[in-house]
């Protein structure tokens, strides 16, 4: 079992800066960690992701401006996001699979845990 807690959402204008924490908590083994976010009367959408290794992945709309960072002493997971926008506001979630094979991290994996999400809010 992976226990996941996010932090770190808020309240920022755009153009603003972010940054989520993801402490996780549990075995994760060889394991592929992501960052989604979901916002009101919208289906969850991925955003970037980072495997045990280090590769990294990421959506066309985080590309540029989001950086998706591990610290694995701390077994936390973060997401530098700059440069917001009002449509990035949405509940962000962390996620782990463990038992990753290797390579990079797809956005669609099937990822089992999940956290409780972090609210954030872009304002114009």
């Known amino acids: 079992q992976v226990q996941l807690v996010e932090s770190g959402g808020g309240s920022v204008q755009a153009g603003g800066s972010l940054r989520l924490s993801c402490a996780a908590s549990g075995n994760r083994g060889s394991y592929c960690m992501g960052w989604f976010r979901q916002a009101p009367g919208e289906e969850r959408e991925g955003v970037a992701t980072i495997s045990s290794t280090g590769t990294t992945n990421y959506a066309d709309s985080a590309k540029g401006r989001f950086t998706i960072s591990q610290d694995n002493a701390k077994s936390t997971l973060y997401l530098h996001m700059t440069s917001l926008k009002p449509e990035d506001t949405a509940m962000y979630y962390c996620?782990?699979?463990?038992?990753w094979g290797g390579g990079v991290c797809s956005l669609d994996l099937p990822f089992p845990y999940w956290g409780q999400g972090t609210q954030v809010t872009v304002s114009s």
């Open positions: 996620a782990a699979l463990t038992g």
